[in-house]
């Protein structure tokens, strides 16, 4: 079979990889990406809301790396306090605190010659933070009581629902840590930017749970899917997940209906009147016109296209600045794909930078 290649962005179509769903130009970034990062041992940070799929990609680039063979450790770094996360991270000897009756080996040394994923990064203290800057510079630390040095081959891979350049801005996150982390990044698109690969995570989540539940509901109504697919998703693929779960619990027959979807993906709420477009419009070009943004007046022909496409250039503009210029991560708070975003930088004349 031949091989494919595709770089980020570069418009080919990159191979989809075992166990992720959607073949979109969202997640087609994320395969390409994922597979070239996969083969190196450098240190990875995966961005992306809730419930986008950061464990999936790390256990995909470590599946597809030469440490596949090792152990691949998952750490939730918000779950613990600093304490617990210390000992669970690097290890315990005995008598170093209340509890610690036996010396124990932490996460670092199981993931040895692996990968080890730090999910909720961001959580972390500047205590702790400190160790790991160490762990990735000298490949090296101490148990937690413990004066000898352990020296670890391991693959750190960390992910963030946060953005990290806001939180140390914010003097939360060490700088030198978000860059030691940040040699790679990959940004996971939310589901409301790949909304075409919404009928194919349904039918994979029908399969797992029609098995789970010895159900068979394998036909989906047309409204049903339409409602799905214009749903905004704030809980993105797992908020899909648990709907579909629900849906197959709940259904009576074999195909999943629109009844059986929660009212906020049914629509079922008040709607929300939008101003006209006379006066409102009028009042609107004015108040451009007074900030520079445009040229139009409320006489001007067109004059509802001329100030929408001058709002869309400043807004894309000013998020593109707002992300440093990496395009997919503006996309993705633009809630757009990356095509669509370069379609629009050409557009409006805009210099789009990576």
């Given at each position: 079979m031949p091989q494919h290649s595709s770089q980020p962005g570069d418009g080919a179509s990159a191979p989809p990889i075992k166990g992720l769903i959607g073949a979109g130009p969202a997640m087609q970034e994320v395969y390409a990406m994922t597979r070239k990062v996969a083969v190196s041992n450098a240190s990875v940070l995966l961005v992306g809301e809730t419930?986008?799929?950061?464990?999936?990609?790390?256990?995909?680039?470590?599946?597809?790396?030469?440490?596949?063979?090792?152990?691949?450790?998952r750490v939730n770094c918000g779950a613990l306090s600093e304490s617990l996360l210390e000992s669970e991270l690097f290890g315990h000897v005995r008598g170093s605190f209340t509890g610690a009756v036996a010396n124990r080996a932490g996460r670092f040394e199981a993931a040895h010659t692996g990968t080890i994923f730090l999910d909720e990064i961001n959580s972390t203290t500047p205590k702790l933070q400190v160790k790991l800057l160490r762990v990735l510079q000298e490949r090296e630390f101490e148990r937690v009581g413990d004066t000898e040095t352990i020296s670890v081959d391991t693959r750190?891979?960390?992910a963030s629902n946060r953005e990290l350049l806001d939180e140390v801005?914010?003097?939360?996150?060490?700088e030198d840590l978000y860059y030691r982390l940040n040699v790679v990044p990959i940004y996971l698109p939310p589901l409301r930017v790949r909304r075409e690969d919404i009928p194919q995570l349904v039918t994979h989540f029908l399969a797992i749970y029609n098995d789970a539940n010895d159900r068979y509901v394998v036909h989906i109504q047309k409204e049903a899917l339409a409602a799905l697919a214009k749903y905004h998703w704030p809980g993105n693929v797992r908020e899909l997940q648990n709907v579909v779960e629900r849906c197959v619990v709940l259904a009576s027959g074999d195909e999943?209906?629109?009844d059986l979807l929660p009212a906020a993906i049914r629509g079922d709420r008040p709607s929300v009147t939008l101003p006209g477009r006379g006066g409102d419009l009028d009042s609107l070009a004015r108040d451009l016109v007074e900030q520079g943004m445009t040229t139009a007046t409320p006489n001007d022909d067109?004059?509802?296209?001329?100030v929408v496409s001058r709002v869309e250039r400043e807004l894309i503009s000013q998020m593109l600045a707002a992300c440093g210029g990496v395009q997919l991560k503006a996309a993705a708070r633009l809630g757009i794909n990356r095509n669509t975003l370069r379609k629009k930088l050409q557009e409006h004349g805009l210099e789009g930078a990576e």
């Open positions: 419930g986008t799929g950061k464990e999936l990609i790390a256990k995909a680039i470590h599946e597809l790396s030469p440490r596949g063979s090792g152990p691949f450790v750190v891979i960390a801005a914010r003097e939360n996150f060490r999943l209906t629109i067109n004059l509802f296209e001329r």
